[in-house]
């Protein structure tokens, strides 16, 4: 089984957590939990934990990578490709203003985005796969250009990092089927937001589901009981819809 989570960073958004809190939570999955990347071999019979963070917000690199680096601790970073620049100059109270600003959706002078050196220096981590999460961070059902979504937003990457891209990251958990099929012709791994756990890498429709780890009440919120039993009811669910 495995209990793929999703976070944002840490800012004064919705989509974010204390950076306290998510230290301990972080240190406890490390401690209780095999911590795997997308098509890794899971252990049978137990719970295995990927850990994924999305649109590469210049929080992450500031808060959120050095306790990587402390606990030895690997994520999936996904990157809006388009969107990130080289370098970027601004002092770094700036960039963090300009990623809760982004996560509001107000308009910022300054990119919120980790820029494609500081990826590479984290990439020499061995700590962080790189994942697409589109060109534009688009949702992709009202994308008029899927190919530059799909397709140019891995060759970017993959040009840029020079490593391979399998994994594709749906920009707000959002898709169609046509949007679908493109996507599994060009990733061998495909995630979404589902609030489920998953019994593979593929599950019955090529379709990893991530559950929702912003705004954590306590370190240990995503493992209670009940919690276990909405994962199950929304595998199902999600089984049935074929989404």
């Known amino acids: ?21 998510l230290e301990k939570h972080l240190f406890r999955i490390k401690q209780n939990y095999s911590i795997v990347w997308p098509g890794e071999k899971i252990k049978k019979g137990k719970i295995n934990v990927c850990l994924t963070f999305d649109d ?3 929080d992450f690199f500031y808060f959120i990578f050095p306790l990587l680096k402390k606990y030895q601790i690997k994520v ?11 370098k970027v100059t601004a002092y770094p109270r700036e960039r963090l203003r300009s990623v809760a600003l982004f996560h509001q959706k107000k308009p910022t002078k300054v990119s919120p ?35 530059e979504e799909v397709i140019k937003s891995k060759e970017l990457i993959e040009e840029k990092l020079e490593t391979p891209i ?14 679908h099929r493109m996507v599994k012709k060009h990733y061998s791994y495909v995630m ?5 756990f998953n019994l593979s890498w593929q599950n019955h429709n090529g379709l990893i589901y991530r559950i929702d780890c912003d705004k954590l009440t ?8 009940l919690r276990y039993f909405s994962y199950g009811l929304s595998f199902l669910k999600n089984s049935v819809r074929g989404r």
């Open 1 to 21: 089984m495995i209990f793929t989570f999703l976070y944002h960073g840490v800012n004064k958004s919705r989509f974010s957590n204390k950076l306290s809190l």
């Open 218 to 225: 306590s370190a240990k919120e995503p493992f209670s009981f």
């Open 166 to 179: 399998n994994c594709f990251v749906y920009p707000f958990g959002r898709f169609n089927h046509k949007v």
């Open 113 to 147: 985005f980790c820029t494609w050196e500081e990826i590479r220096r984290m990439l020499n981590s061995s700590l962080i796969y790189p994942a697409s999460h589109g060109f534009r961070h688009l949702d992709l059902n009202e994308s008029q250009n899927l190919e």
């Open 76 to 86: 999936v970073l996904s990157l809006p490709a388009g969107l990130i620049e080289e």
């Open 56 to 58: 590469a917000g210049y």
């Open 192 to 196: 979404r937001i589902g609030s489920a």
